[in-house]
Each structure stands twice: as C-alpha cells, then as structure tokens.
C-alpha cells in the first residue's frame, strides 16, 4: 500500500508542481484563494478537466491503495499465524518430525504413511494441518528452519499433490462434511498464507479454485452459509481464500455472510436472551459451538478492521453480551463446564482448562474493538476467571450454575426442548445419562475432578447427581433424544440463591421421577420422589460418584469414624437416625433420616478414550472414586431420595451441621418439593402439578417454581413456568403483608398487598424466565408454622411475619423432641424422630410475649406439663426460649453438648397483640 501511495504522490506532484509550496513547507497548507486555479498547470481553466482529471487519479489511487489491502490483510493474517504458534523451537521441532517422516516418493498415496487418503476425511485435514505445521516453522523468526528453501520445497509439492490427487476441483465429498468444507480448507489456507513469498502466481490459483469447490455455492459443497459456529467458520474460509486470491468479492460475500449470527434466536441453533448457546437444534453446546464462534468473530473483525470489507453491523454489540452473559458464569476459575461441551468430553485432546483458556483468549480479542468500559471488564475477567457468587439459569439449554464463594454447582438436565446427550462420529459413546440431571461440583482453583481421565473412567450409570438404570447400554444408545417431559428449568431470587427442577423419563424406558435441587449460600439440597420404574435392572440416584486420584490421597469420615479410603471398602449407611460423611478436598455430605437405602463404597475405574471417542487413545487407566448411591432396588414405586452437599467443609463442621441441619425439608412429593433455610430467610417450592398447591407461605394457581428470600423489612421473590407451556398467568400468594411494592417485572401485576401478597404472573412466552419482584414489609407479623413433615428428623419453625393481631396456631401430630436454633426471627424447633417417652395425656403449651419495660427486650414466657423424655444424644429440658432479636441464647444443660426440651403430641400457640 505504502509504494501505491508514493506512486500516486508522484505522479500528483508533477501535475500540480507549480501549485506546490516551496521544499520544507507544508503541502497541505492552503492555498491563496485568488490565484490557486492560476498556479495549476491548465492554467486556470474551468473545473470540468480539473474534475476529470482528479476523478481519475483517485480512482487510481483508491485501486492501487485497494489491491495492496489484501497484501495488508495476508500478513496480519499471518502474523497471527506466527504469534499464536508457540515458542521457535518446539515449531521447528514438530517441523522437522513431519518433514522427516513425509513421503516423497512420485508414486505416493499419501503423504504420510499413518495418514491413509481415501476414506477417511480426518486424515485429509491432518494432513494439511501437517503442511501447515512446517510451513509455520519455515516462516516463524528465529525458528532453525526459517526461510529454509528445501522445507519450502517439500511443502509447496506436499500442496500442489493434494490439490492434484485428493482435494481437487473435481473431488467429490466422502466421511465427513465438515473436513471438507471448514477444517480442511481453513488449514490450506494457512499454509498457503505462511508460504505465500514461496509460491507461484499460479500454484495460488490452483489451490483457491480447490476450496471454492467446497465453498458456499461450490459444486461440491454438501452445505451452504449454515448457522452459528459453522458459518463463522465459513467466513474465515472464504475471507482468507479472498486475500490470498485478492478477490474482492469474496471478502464482501464472507462480510455479509456474517451478519445473521449476530442476532438472538428463539429455537434452534444459536444465542438466547437467557445466555444459552444451542446447537445441532437440540443441544447445550456454549463450551465448544458456541466457542468456536466466539473465537471465530474477533478473528475476523480484527483481521478487516479498517479496511473496506470492516465489519460496521450494528448487531455486533451482542458479542459483548455472548462473553458476559452466557461464557462468564460457565467458566469456573479458568475452567469451562463440561456440562455444555457436548460430545467433546470424550475427546482426550480437548479439556475443560483447555476451552477454558479459549474462551479467554476469544475475550481478549473482542477487548480489541470494544467499547473501552466492556474492553475493560472482559481483561478483567480474563485476568481473574470467576465470576462473583450468583445464581445462572440457563433456561433455553436446560442448565442451571450456582456460583458460591469456594465453590461451582452445575446441573444438566433434558426435556422436550433439549436433548439428553450427543453421540456423533463414535463420539461420546456412553454419554447416556449426562442429560439426567447430573450435577457438577467445582471446589476450588486447584479442582481437577472432570479433567485428567474421568470420563474414560467414570461408571456412566452413576453419575454425580442422576437417577437412572443400572443396566450398560449399547453405544451412542439414545442419543440427541428429547424427553416427553416439559416441566424442565427453575426459579431463581436476586440473582443470588436458586432452585432447579426436572421431571424426568429417562428415553425408552419406564422410569419416571421428579428431581429438585436447592442452591442456598453454603449448601445444595437435593430432593428426589415419586421414583417408578417397571423395567429390568435396579434403579440407584447418585448422590456422588468423586475421582480421587490414584493412589488416594484424601482423607475420609463417616458418621464421626475415619475410614481408611481404600478401594474395595464399602457400607450401608444407618436409616434410623441422619448420616454424614466428609471427604477432605471436597467438603461434605448430610443424609437426612429414615434412608434405609443409602449405601457408600470406594471403587477401582478403569477404562481408555477409546472406549468412548472411536479413534482416539487406547491406553487403559486406572482411577479411585468415591461413590455415594440410593439404592430403589428393582421396580421402584413412588421412591424418594434426600441428601445435601455441603462443599469444602471439614469432617468437624459436617458433623456440627449434621446435629443441627439449617434447612427444613418443608415437603417431598411428587407434587411439591419445597425447603427452607431460616437463617437466610429463604422458602424455595417447585410444583409439579395443576391446580393450587402450597408449601410453607407459598400458594400458586398453576405448576410453578418459586423461591422467596424475606430480609425482614424486605421480601423479594422469584417466579417461573418451568413447563414453558403456560399461555396465561399464575396466580401466586404469600402469606405475608407488605407495606409497598419496591419493583416488579414487566408481566408482574399485584393484586393485593395486605394482608396477604398475591401477584399474577403473565408467564407466556416467557421461555422460563424468572420474574422478579421486591415488596416493602414492615411491622409485626402473624405465625406461620411450618408444617407436617413425614417421619425422620426434620425442623418445624413458628416464624413471624409482618402483620398484625392476635392469632392462634395449632400444630397437631407432631412427636419426639429437639433443641431450639436461633436465626432471625424464627422461633424454631429441632424434631428428632423416635426414642422419647411422651406423657399419655395431650400438652398444651401457652406462650405470651411481653416487652420489658427495663430494657426493652422482648422474651418468650413459657410453662411446660410432661413427662420426662428419655432420649439418646440429648439432655433434659431447655428452660428458656428467647426471641431471636433479643440476642439471647438458649440455657445448654450442663452435661450435654446440645440443649434440648419436650415437644408434646399437640401444640397451641397463643399470640398476644403485638408488641413491637
């Protein structure tokens, strides 16, 4: 471009010489008006020739400049090339290995013998990736080989055999598409950008028309522009083949051509509103389509900018949306989620650190060209790759992240939108149940647990987290199926806490189940019930299947003994009272009573890549795992399952948090799965089925998620049609009064504030989003007590809502006896299951709340008529119960490590007017 612009220079000179200004002054200073047409050499004739003659010149100067913008174009492109190669001596090295081994015999049939052609349509991209390998070493600056003539020799005649014998412009596609029309080319190109100063006018040529042929509109491509991924790697294809042909009309079809991947999608293939990337229709794929195409666009707008094929679209701001919103949350300290990599879980050569790091270089270079406030967030994050703690639902994909700090939750799900796995090009091979609600657990920077060998290795029917048949099936068995079952997704609150749910039917098979999960601060709780299955073969849920490396290195504590975490060892874990177990370098596990099924062991995987990714590595590893399962044995009926995960905590706090749960399973039935954190002050209910339905201050209309997070002066709520079918409204009541409403979603109408909230919620075509809304809640409140719970040890909280006058409470049934929890406002009671000795008549327990006068402290009077408990684990009767806002504590008895009191067959509870 340069020489072009001198060009011109001195050719405008001459014919303006004695309209220039004297040597040393500037020539772009104006003119004296009077006498400038006099000074050019026509003499101060009329414009007309003057217009013609300029118009001429600039349009030399503007083809001169426009030729030298694909020479321009090429070398950026190549340096790129070079700066993305890695270090001079390990290119020269690889170089030298290819140009060793390549076959340079006349008669080949292939340029290297463990590349057969013919076939196999992998072999014809390796083979030029080969090409392109010591083509980069011949280019690269201090590499042993740059410049080496007889390197250049051997891979410009590895070229012209290629064009010539196999990928011709005659050749006809077999295997795979997609080496033909995107790989394949791609590579050429390369290769043909890092040899060009080496190569003829008419090698250039020939090896351009070979990737027209396979080219959008090319007799023999298969496809044509595509969507997503493919067709941005389409453009680079054809936007290179361009430069190097120095055709213009290819870089604007390529330029244009880019355009629709812009733009948001409802179904199929693309980006959502909601942060997902779908590909291949049905499948979650942000961590290898999607980034491919994040990758792919920064290339190509880095590489035209500024020059006359620059992409201008205005819908390229939503790239900057794609990297916050939809690769942020996905990546966990560097590392990307295998829960949307699809099928490249099983490929040995592409690693959840390894996309991870992709996704970030893709960031870096949308810095580039981003607005300065985005260009600094995305270095940011690519500085330090974690995001905050919040709460992610990703409800066009079917996943759902929990960032917490310490650790990452992850959970895949399917349904009639997005299909379960995806098994292709003898991908992925057992890849059945990674749609079944698998969940994935990330405790820390240095957390390793789904790279290294875990999926070679891992038992496919005993996932973290799934509930599924015991029974191995064939390979890709089911693959890219969509359930019959739509109520698939989840509610979340403030974007910081969350609830997941998933009614599952596990393709061709008669195993039904409904699956929560409850994503708290410091815990995960999941629910499972009406678990049926007629089919063959046992049903288990996996409440954790953990590699821990060989030789095992982690310590572990069951139940207050340490076990010696050796493979073979393995337990039936005690139903009668809760369990608990602790795995050092992962945290914790709590299993609520009355599990008769629950069974833990530590086991020796073995299995190779190949065994999952046809093709790939056939060496065979070994590794240890710590398998925690439910066991419904053969033909479950209306099975259940509970546990909480409880990460990074010690052998020590699991075992505090065992004797003293902080959540309340409120329900588990196949028609609500609801719980409660009361410290938080977070209700968190999914509903299953049509109709009203209730759990603890939740009521709705319809089939809903709903999680509330009441901050006392505050209730903030979230609302969703997992069922993503509801056309209408759903109506929602919270028994608590509000004072005001402090925001709401667009779709979020209130109806009534006191003294009850009720909102109607205009879900459709909400595609499972959350609605949001916040209410003002001041004053005292009236009692909620949060009810029957099936036998086992469980909570029962008396909580006070805003609200007012008296109110009598009853809670019937209720036997056995606990220790008081302090938290907020609620008024709580521990109920352990069994082994106490009730008087025979029913007790009526009257409570009063009086202010004192002295120093304003609300307490709790009470009188107790009981018989003396007799119980394991607990002492004798708690004296006192303080409100939680005096900041008193309960008296402990002196002898045991938890307070406790009777709590009879029949409570009343008698509230005055209120007092504050």
């Not at 749910?501 to 009406?530: P, Q």
């Not at 596990?589 to 629950?598: E, H, K, Q």
């Not at 909570?795 to 109110?807: C, E, M, P």
């Not at 408990?869 to 309960?890: K, Y």
Request: overall charge neutral.
């Amino acid at each position: 471009m340069l020489m072009s612009l001198l060009f011109a220079v001195i050719i405008t000179r001459a014919l303006f010489k004695s309209a220039f200004p004297p040597r040393g002054k500037n020539i772009f200073s104006p003119f004296p008006a009077a006498n400038w047409l006099e000074r050019l050499p026509w003499g101060g004739q009329k414009p007309r020739r003057l217009g013609m003659i300029a118009l001429f010149l600039l349009q030399a100067l503007t083809l001169s400049s426009r030729a030298d913008q694909f020479d321009d174009l090429r070398l950026y492109w190549q340096n790129n090339l070079i700066s993305n190669g890695g270090s001079p001596s390990s290119i020269a090295n690889t170089a030298n290995s290819y140009w060793s081994s390549m076959n340079t015999n006349p008669t080949r049939a292939c340029l290297w013998s463990d590349l057969p052609l013919g076939s196999v349509s992998a072999n014809i991209v390796s083979t030029f990736q080969r090409l392109q390998a010591m083509a980069l070493a011949w280019a690269t600056p201090g590499s042993s080989l740059q410049g080496n003539a007889s390197l250049a020799g051997a891979v410009a005649s590895g070229l012209d055999w290629m064009t010539t014998n196999i990928y011709t412009t005659s050749a006809t596609e077999y295997d795979n598409w997609f080496h033909w029309e995107i790989s394949g080319p791609q590579a050429l190109n390369n290769t043909e950008v890092l040899l060009y100063p080496a190569l003829t006018g008419a090698q250039i040529t020939n090896y351009c028309a070979a990737v027209d042929r396979f080219s959008p509109g090319g007799p023999g491509a298969t496809y044509g522009w595509m969507t997503g991924a493919n067709t941005s790697d389409k453009v680079l294809v054809v936007a290179i083949r361009g430069i190097l042909g120095k055709n213009g009309d290819k870089l604007t079809s390529a330029q244009t051509s880019l355009s629709p991947v812009f733009l948001y999608v409802t179904s199929s293939d693309g980006f959502y509103t909601d942060g997902s990337f779908v590909f291949h229709s049905n499948i979650a794929y942000t961590g290898h389509y999607g980034l491919v195409l994040l990758g792919d666009i920064p290339k190509i707008v880095n590489l035209l900018q500024g020059s006359a094929w620059q992409i201008t679209d205005p819908h390229l701001s939503n790239v900057y949306d794609w990297a916050i919103n939809s690769f942020e949350p996905l990546i966990d300290n560097g590392v990307m989620m295998d829960m949307v990599r699809g099928r490249a879980v099983s490929w040995s050569y592409e690693t959840e650190y390894g996309d991870g790091a992709g996704a970030l270089s893709a960031m870096r270079q949308i810095a580039q060209f981003a607005p300065p406030a985005t260009a600094a967030a995305l270095t940011n994050f690519a500085n330090s790759p974690r995001l905050a703690a919040g709460q992610f639902h990703f409800a066009s994909m079917d996943r759902v992240v929990a960032l917490r700090n310490g650790f990452g939750f992850g959970i895949s799900m399917s349904s009639r939108r997005i299909a379960n796995y995806e098994s292709i090009n003898s991908g992925n091979l057992h890849g059945w149940h990674q749609g079944d609600g698998m969940t994935y657990l990330y405790v820390g920077s240095a957390d390793n647990q789904f790279n290294g060998d875990f999926w070679p290795t891992v038992d496919p029917c005993h996932l973290p987290g799934t509930t599924a048949g015991t029974n191995m099936l064939s390979n890709a068995y089911g693959e890219a199926k969509t359930t019959d079952q739509n109520w698939v997704g989840g509610a979340q609150v403030a974007g910081t806490y969350g609830v997941a749910g998933m009614s599952l039917h596990t393709y061709n098979t008669t195993l039904y189940g409904r699956k929560s999960w409850f994503m708290f601060d410091t815990e995960i709780v999941c629910l499972g019930a009406g678990i049926a299955c007629s089919d063959s073969g046992s049903v288990h849920t996996t409440a954790e299947n953990r590699r821990l490396g060989s030789p095992i290195t982690s310590s572990f504590t069951l139940n207050g003994t340490a076990i010696a975490p050796t493979a073979g060892w393995s337990s039936n874990l005690p139903g009668a009272t809760p369990s608990w177990c602790a795995l050092s370098g992962t945290g914790g596990y709590y299993f609520p009573a009355g599990s008769t099924n629950l069974q833990a062991a530590f086991v020796a995987n073995s299995g190779s890549w190949s065994q999952i990714n046809s093709g790939d590595s056939t060496t065979a590893y070994t590794d240890n795992y710590l398998k925690i399962w439910f066991n419904h044995g053969l033909h479950p009926a209306n099975a259940s399952y509970a546990y909480v995960i409880l990460p990074n905590l010690t052998a020590s706090s699991v075992s505090n948090y065992a004797l003293n749960p902080d959540i309340i399973l409120l329900t588990n039935t196949p028609s609500v799965q609801a719980v409660k954190k009361p410290s938080l002050g977070v209700v968190a209910a999914n509903f299953w089925t049509n109709g009203n339905s209730s759990a603890d201050l939740i009521t709705v209309s319809d089939k809903a998620s709903v999680m509330t997070w009441d901050q006392t002066s505050n209730l903030l709520v979230g609302i969703s049609d997992p069922t993503q079918t509801n056309n209408s409204s759903i109506s929602v009541t919270l028994n608590r009064s509000a004072s005001g409403l402090r925001s709401a979603d667009a779709g979020v109408t209130v109806l009534q504030l006191s003294p009850q909230i009720i909102v109607s919620v205009n879900v459709g075509h909400s595609h499972g989003k959350s609605f949001q809304a916040a209410f003002s809640c001041t004053g005292p409140g009236i009692p909620i007590i949060s009810g029957a719970c099936p036998a086992g040890s469980y909570n029962v909280y008396a909580r006070l809502a805003a609200g007012g006058g008296a109110t009598t409470c009853t809670l019937s049934r209720v036997t056995g006896g606990g220790g008081y929890h302090q938290s907020n406002d609620d008024l709580a009671w521990h109920i352990l299951h069994g082994k106490y000795r009730l008087g025979k008549l029913p007790f009526r327990f009257l409570a009063r709340w009086r202010r004192k006068p002295r120093d304003g402290v609300v307490q709790w009077f009470h009188k107790y008529f009981a018989a003396q408990p007799t119980c394991h684990r607990h002492g004798g009767l708690q004296r006192e119960l303080p409100d939680a806002r005096s900041g008193l504590r309960p008296q402990h008895n002196s002898n045991r490590q938890q307070h406790c009191y009777l709590i009879p067959d029949s409570i009343r509870i008698q509230l005055s007017s209120p007092v504050y």
